[in-house]
């Protein structure tokens, strides 16, 4: 594999990886902010 | 570009898998298991969501530790067999990406426990991140034998930062679960430093096995497990635990010293012959799972 390829397939795998992390905690957030305002669902 | 710079793994961006083993997973599953054990044994039961992110922030946080401890021991690590396949040492990572993600790790953790929970359990979970980093790897582990005694302190602190979690305030049993953890450790770090002594010789790393010998260090194991077990029984006759949890750990720390025993009677100086040693190691680490998880047991089923 190329360098270039490598480089990136390798950013692509990390931007992924951090929307997933950042997505769960957008996630995480809401919860704690429901839970913390202590709204009943 | 040619080809041939893929010889030079560093020049590329780190893969995601390797700031996972930056942080450690197989040491935090055992920070985090003690750390829910604190949370769930405490007298007030907090909003799921709040108990889940109090134990992730206590797993960011030694993963923090994981980190800025590879970070700073990269060249100590390169040294050692156990060690040397590392991100860092095998140069699949530049130092400074390991530096910034401990760094932002150790913060946000202390951050979003301070939000979700309390600040004072923000403040303890700090207070162990910079206790492993500034106190045992930066002074402690280069430069003295009682290093893991003293340092233990670090991965003592979980179920007490699981327990403030929950209550806002410190109690008489957390302080039990760290001492346990605290005299705990010293017996488990010498046993694996007995069978891989010459991997700590050969990176220059003052452990007991290497500065004070191996029946020494036999002696010290047996010593340790002494008070070590007496803690861990402890909740019991005071109170704090019900029978389930007393005769369980009466049982699993009267194992742990027949083990440590056997370790004092061995006379093996290579690591082949060391086999009390290397079930020592593994008990220990069973022994404080199924400890934890008694006293959990014990509390919810009472």
């Given amino acids: 594999m190329k360098l270039e390829e490598e480089i990136v397939r390798r950013q692509r795998e990390r931007a992924r990886v951090t929307a997933l992390l950042l997505g769960a905690f957008v996630i995480l957030l809401f919860f704690i902010t429901i839970a913390k305002t202590g709204i009943n669902w | ?302």
């Fill in chain 2, 1 to 302: 570009m040619p080809t041939l710079e893929l010889s030079n793994p560093a020049a590329l961006p780190a893969d995601w898998r390797d700031f996972l083993a930056l942080t450690k997973p197989r040491v935090m599953s055992l920070v985090v298991f003690s750390g829910l054990c604190g949370l769930l044994v405490a007298p007030v039961q907090l909003p799921l969501v709040l108990g889940f992110t109090a134990i992730l922030c206590v797993a960011l946080g030694a993963g923090a530790c994981g980190a800025l401890n590879q970070w700073y021991e990269v060249e100590v690590d390169a040294k050692m067999r156990r060690t040397a396949k590392r991100p860092l040492p095998a140069g699949r990572m530049d130092p400074q990406s390991a530096l910034h993600f401990g760094v932002g790790l150790a913060f946000f953790s202390v951050l979003l426990m301070g939000l979700a929970t309390n600040w004072f359990a923000a403040l303890l979970l700090a207070a162990s991140i910079l206790f492993y980093v500034l106190i045992y790897t930066v002074w402690l582990k280069p430069r003295t034998a009682q290093n893991i005694v003293i340092g233990g302190a670090a991965g003592a602190f979980p179920p007490l930062i699981g327990w403030v979690a929950a209550t806002g305030h410190v109690g008489p049993l957390p302080l039990l679960l760290f001492a346990i953890i605290f005299l705990w450790t010293p017996p488990h770090f010498w046993a694996l430093s007995l069978f891989v002594r010459s991997d700590y010789a050969a990176a220059g790393i003052p452990m007991l096995p290497v500065i004070a010998g191996v029946e020494s260090t036999r002696r010290q194991i047996f010593l340790y497990s002494l008070p070590m077990a007496l803690a861990a029984v402890a909740p019991w006759p005071l109170g704090l635990a019900g029978t389930v949890y007393g005769i369980s750990a009466a049982v699993l720390s009267a194992v742990f010293v027949v083990l440590a025993m056997r370790v004092l009677a061995n006379r093996a100086t290579e690591p082949a012959g060391m086999d009390a040693e290397k079930h020592l190691f593994a008990y220990s680490v069973f022994y404080l799972f199924a400890l934890f998880a008694v006293l959990v047991a014990d509390r919810w089923l009472a």
